[in-house]
């Protein structure tokens, strides 16, 4: 008998460990009001990262200290690039051209908007939004989400693909997939 309650236990922690936390909801949680490119354009970017120099600005409301958050941003960054890039981490530091001419600027130009919640958003495809690059002002807006120490900013990897060549129609989400859909948790996040 106890075995079999053990099996049942065992089954259900790996469907609950398998499930992507971005597809759960915050459930009972309206989503924040729309968040549009002039919206995040206007907020105030008084925050810089530690190693990339990001300009960051953190709602009222991300659970977070603003350190931790700023961390988290650096840390994530170097994963994605090291993981898409071959000349890795440093791209960060670098313009860097894409395949189709593109020029992306260093990180130290991208502004991060981080919000506590999903919300609002004019996306084709959907109207609430945990994650949104705005490419007219590269600015990334990323929602907090997911749970502590699981996920913890799991659009953000999402969004500088998007600054570095995906689609955003996804068309060509393949060649980014192995370093944007990474939900594994590191020290860092459960500790902050």
Not at 105 to 121: E, G, H, T
Request: with cysteine; proline share 4%.
């Amino acid at each position: 008998m106890a075995m079999k309650y053990l099996s049942v236990l065992l089954v259900s922690i790996f469907i609950l460990v398998s499930i992507s936390c971005d597809t759960l909801d915050d459930s009972g949680i309206d989503p924040d009001p729309l968040i549009t490119a002039e919206i995040a354009d206007s907020q105030t970017y008084n925050l810089v990262t530690p190693v990339y120099g990001m300009q960051v600005s953190i709602k009222n409301g991300v659970d977070r200290s603003d350190q931790g958050v700023l961390d988290i941003l650096d840390r994530r960054a170097t994963q994605f690039l090291d993981c898409q890039f071959a000349e890795g981490s440093q791209l960060g530091f670098e313009q860097v051209m894409l395949d189709d001419g593109t020029i992306v600027p260093p990180l130290s130009d991208l502004r991060v908007f981080v919000v506590p919640i999903r919300y609002k958003c004019d996306v084709p495809g959907t109207s609430v939004c945990n994650g949104t690059y705005f490419s007219g002002v590269d600015i990334v807006t990323v929602a907090e989400g997911g749970f502590a120490g699981c996920d913890v900013f799991l659009p953000w990897k999402h969004e500088l693909g998007h600054r570095y060549g995906m689609e955003l129609d996804h068309s060509n989400q393949s060649d980014f997939q192995s370093c944007i859909g990474d939900s594994s948790c590191d020290i860092g996040d459960i500790f902050d």
